[in-house]
Nanobody
Framework: QVQLVESGGGLVQAGGSLRLSCAASGRAFSNYAMGWFRQDPGKEREFVAVISWSSDSFYRDSVKGRFTISRDNAKKTVYLQMNSLKPEDTAVYYC?????????????????WGQGTQVTVSS
């Protein structure tokens, strides 16, 4: 069993930065692929970024060059550094863990989810 706790969300002006953190409990964190998703009210949860067990990463097109995903296996934590934020980045951001280790873009490929952290970008 893996528990995930996100932190670091908040209110920021357009062009600003935030760093989200996701702390994991349980064993074998280093074997998991870790993903970030986001969801606006009334919309489906969408993929943002993922990092595999071997630190390969992949991003949705709209955040490439602005967001960076990273992991610290010793701390069992994954990060999402978000720069040059835009109002359209406003959403609840969720951390997810995939036990197979390889990265995936679909929500149903992930086994564990956090409760989410709100990110609001004002114009």
């Amino acid at each position: 069993q893996v528990q995930l706790v996100e932190s670091g969300g908040g209110l920021v002006q357009a062009g600003g930065s935030l760093r989200l953190s996701c702390a994991a409990s349980g064993r074998a964190f280093s074997n998991y692929a870790m993903g970030w998703f986001r969801q606006d009210p009334g919309k489906e949860r969408e993929f943002v970024a993922v990092i595999s067990w071997s630190s390969d990463s992949f991003y949705r097109d709209s955040v490439k060059g602005r967001f960076t995903i990273s992991r610290d296996n010793a701390k069992k934590t994954v990060y999402l550094q978000m720069n040059s934020l835009k109002p359209e980045d406003t959403a609840v951001y969720y951390c997810a863990a995939r036990s197979s280790g390889s990265y995936a873009l679909l929500r149903n490929a992930y086994d564990y989810w956090g409760q989410g952290t709100q990110v609001t970008v004002s114009s």
